[in-house]
Structure formats: C-alpha cells, structure tokens
C-alpha cells in the first residue's frame, strides 16, 4: 500500500477533479440526500484530512472508497459528485469501506460528529449509498490495486469518474469468476470433489 497522505492527497485530486467537470456541464440540479443547501465553506481537501485525522481508518479506506463512489456513479446517475455533495458522499463511502475493510471502526455517532450532519442523516445517507449501489461492497484485489495505481499515478480520467474507466471489463469479469459460497450448488460441490 502507497503512504497514506499519497493516496489522500490523490483521493483529493480526483475528487476535485470530479467535482469541476460537474460544474463544468451544469450538472448540479439533482438534489439528493447526500446534497446541502449550500456549498460547504469546508474545502475537499480539508474535510478529506478531517476524516484522515479522526477517523483513525486503514489507508486502503481511501482507495476502496473511490471504488464504491465510481459504482454508485454507475448505477445512479442522480448521485453525482458536484459542490454540494462531494463532502457527503465522500464520507458515506468511507464509513462504508472502513466498515468493510477494518477490524475497529468508530460507531455511526462518531463518524457524524467527523462528518458534520446528523447521526440520523449519516445513517439514511448510509443506506441510501449501500442500496445504490446494489450492496456491492467486494473488491478483488486486481481492482484495489488497478485504483491505487491509477490514483497514485495520476491518472484521473476525465472527470466522470475517479479514474479513467478501462478496468471496468475487468472488473466485471473479477467479481462474475469469483463465485461466493452461497453460490456453491449440490452439482459444484460434486464434480469439485470428484476431481
């Protein structure tokens, strides 16, 4: 895993960057519940090093957090990342991946008072990330490390994603091999131990 303020600074770039090209083509009208009423006087990267300092989370955090916000851009396009929801979004998807991903992980009122909003918003924010994007919270490692070579590397795509979009097919094609246990069928099993 690459330093912790490298792929923090890089997490920063990408959300900056996502957040322009939104302005750039007008795309602030959704409101969602991961919108505020107005642009939060808190910078992206002063927020992102607020979550840093106090979350206390592992560095792949950061990483798979990117991963989950480009899979709820692809499957919700109302949640995009512009001015006014780039910090609540961001800070879903971390609690979301440091949930996934550490062992110890502060509790939802924590993690409110880090993010600034309510626990009862943290919590329907936290829902509302997790049914966009379908529960799907698995990263091969291929994918965490296509990610953090891509954003340590700088290379961000061109906005509409974290970072430029060739894994995609791989991705796909990582999480479609890998079965799960509640997969595993009677004829599997079977042939797997006739082998």
């Not at 840093?52 to 916000?69: G, K, M, N, P, T």
Request: charged share 25%; with cysteine.
């Amino acid at each position: 895993m690459t330093n912790g303020a490298v792929v923090c600074d890089a997490v920063v770039a990408a959300l900056e960057r996502r957040v322009a090209a939104a302005q750039a083509q007008g795309a602030e009208d959704a409101v969602t519940c991961f919108h505020s009423v107005s642009i939060p006087g808190i910078s992206v990267r002063d927020y992102v090093q607020r979550v840093r300092q106090f979350s206390h989370a592992s560095d792949e955090c950061y990483v798979l957090a990117c991963i989950f916000l480009d899979r709820l851009a692809q499957k919700e396009a109302d949640y995009s990342v512009d001015r006014y929801s780039v910090h609540k979004l961001f800070v879903t998807a971390f609690l979301i991946a440091a949930k996934a991903q550490d062992d110890r992980v502060h509790n939802n009122k924590y993690y409110s008072v880090i993010a600034g909003t309510s626990l009862e918003c943290l919590k329907h924010m936290e829902r509302e990330f997790l049914t966009g994007i379908q529960f799907d919270l698995y990263v091969h490692p291929a994918e965490f490390e296509f990610y953090e070579e891509a954003l340590c590397g700088g290379d961000l795509g061109d906005g509409t994603a974290i970072v430029s979009r060739p894994f995609e097919h791989k991705a796909a094609a990582f999480r479609n091999a890998s079965k799960s246990w509640g997969d595993l069928d009677a004829a599997s099993l079977a042939s797997a131990s006739s082998s």
